[in-house]
Each structure stands twice: as structure tokens, then as C-alpha cells.
């Protein structure tokens, strides 16, 4: 008897160990710029990966171009390696050099930055691409007694408020942890960052053919089904998304994509809202 339960006690335990060893098992991505990354790999196309980080395998989903990585070793222990992307590689033909113009709404893919045009300048040819996928998080976790501003408080530049948050967590000994919303748009590559205040407030009027003085259906359509068309997630006009534009110590701004003002709050910057990730072009 004593030896059956012996026997049963082994089984449970070896089930026990097969079963912890699948879920211990991690990708490692190693990006261009050498830095590298601990995931669980949920998909790949031909340009870009979609990864969970293993850290937390039950939050949001980041995407990287594939331009971006060097390098994937999965857990089994087989490597892919990625091949400098051929616009990268070899000089840009007379075609691909020509500037192009571009309408809100427009798919736009060129040198491994792919989403849709979400503001344009007078000339067409210079504006912000939207990200094709979105997330719910918060601006910041970080929430001492000593907690101040990060200095993120520039209206129209998201660049420049990245930036501010990058020096802040420097001088402070943090980690890009501690500003879920800004990490979750740096991590899409290089020049991708959390849109200011007034480009949140631009990508809205976009959003409704150009302005939100009334109401265009089918402008409002357009944007969502080419969102839609290219594997992204539609934009929620109901709910508010946050800027990189910071009030105070405690909140920063946010906007919606609604017809009705106000298009501005402010808003605890730990509460989780929508993100959006632009890049300029």
C-alpha cells in the first residue's frame, strides 16, 4: 500500500513539474538597437510581431515592426533571424523618393511605419500616422508622497513630452513600468509616442471629415473600416483617450472622439484609459 501511494505521489509530481515547465518557457526578442526583450510571441506577419510581455502574459499586446528586430530565439530553443528590411538596405528608387501626398484616413506603410494617416498639413505631404491597435492603461503608476510633475507638459509635441517622461525616470531611478501609457507607444519602434493634447484634439477632428461643427457619418466610417481593413482595431467614440499632456502632479489631459464638447478633461493620471500611439511622417 505504502508503495502504490508512493508511486501516485511520484506521478502527481512529475505531472506537476511537465505542466510548470511550458508555463517557466519564454521568447527573448533582440531588437536592432540591441536591447532586448522577454515575451511570449502570440504572432507574426510579414511586418510586424505581435508579443505578450512574459512578465505579465495576461496584459496588453505590443506590436514591433519586424524592421525593429534582429533577432527571435523562442523557448524551444530555435532562432529566427530577421534580415535588414530591403528600404532599409538598399537606396530608395526616384519613385519611392517623390513626395507623396496623403488624405486623413489614407493606409499608410513606408519604411516599417504602418497605420492610418491621422492628420495631414496643408501640404499633404507631412502629418501623423495612427496606430492600427489601442490599449487600456494608465498614464502613470507611480505614486509617492513626493510624487511631482514629470515636466510632460507640452500641448502639441508628444515627442517632446516623451522626452520629459524619459529624463524624469532617469533622474528619478525609475522604470518605463511606472508610465504603462508611454511604454506601451514607445515599444511600438523607433518615433512612435503618446500624442499632446492638441494632437488628440486634431486626430478628433479628423476623425469627422476635418471638424465636429457636424456630423459626418460617412467620414467617421471611412477612418474605422480602413482601421479595420488593415488588421487594426476601430476607435471607440465614446471613450476618452490620454494625451501625453500633463495638468499636474496628479492628472494629465484626455480627449474623446465624440461629436459633443467638451473634447477636454483632466483626468488621475492612474486610472486606466484608452492609448493610442502616432508617428510622425
Known amino acids: 500500500m505504502f508503495v502504490v ?47 505578450k510581455r512574459y512578465s505579465n502574459p495576461d496584459g496588453p499586446t505590443y506590436v514591433l515592426s519586424v524592421g525593429d ?54 501640404s499633404g505631404e507631412h502629418g501623423l500616422v495612427l496606430s492600427l491597435d489601442e490599449a487600456m492603461l494608465a498614464w502613470s503608476t507611480y505614486r509617492k508622497p513626493d510624487f511631482r510633475e514629470t515636466g510632460a507638459d507640452h500641448p502639441s509635441d508628444g515627442q517632446r513630452n516623451l522626452e520629459a517622461v524619459a529624463r524624469f525616470i532617469e533622474e528619478n531611478g525609475l522604470s518605463w513600468d511606472d508610465f504603462p501609457a508611454f511604454d506601451w507607444c514607445r515599444v511600438h519602434g523607433e518615433g512612435w509616442y503618446l500624442p ?28 474605422n473600416d480602413a482601421l479595420r481593413a488593415h488588421g487594426g482595431k476601430r476607435m471607440d467614440r465614446m471613450l476618452y483617450y490620454f494625451s501625453s499632456t500633463e495638468k499636474n502632479e496628479k492628472e494629465a489631459y484626455a480627449s474623446h472622439m465624440d461629436l459633443e464638447p467638451p473634447y477636454l478633461i483632466e483626468i488621475p493620471k492612474y486610472n486606466k484609459f484608452l492609448v493610442r500611439a502616432v508617428h510622425k511622417f
Not at 207 to 215: D, E, F, K, L
Open 196 to 223: 499632446a493634447i492638441d494632437e488628440m484634439l486634431a486626430i478628433g477632428h479628423g476623425y469627422h471629415g476635418g471638424s465636429r461643427a457636424h456630423s459626418d457619418r460617412k467620414a467617421r466610417n471611412a477612418f
Open 69 to 122: 528586430i534582429r533577432s527571435i530565439r523562442y523557448a524551444n530553443g530555435e532562432e529566427e533571424v530577421f534580415e535588414v528590411p530591403q528600404s532599409s538596405a538598399a537606396e530608395p528608387s526616384e519613385a519611392d523618393s517623390r513626395p507623396r501626398q496623403y488624405r486623413v484616413g489614407d493606409y499608410y506603410d513606408r519604411g516599417g511605419v504602418c497605420g492610418i494617416v491621422c492628420y495631414v498639413d496643408a
Open 5 to 51: 501511494q508512493m508511486k501516485k505521489r511520484l506521478l502527481l509530481l512529475l505531472i506537476a513539474v511537465g505542466c510548470a515547465l511550458p508555463a517557466a518557457a519564454q521568447d527573448l526578442i533582440l531588437r536592432r538597437d540591441s536591447s532586448r526583450i522577454e515575451v511570449r510571441v502570440t504572432e507574426i506577419s510579414p511586418t510586424e510581431v505581435r508579443y
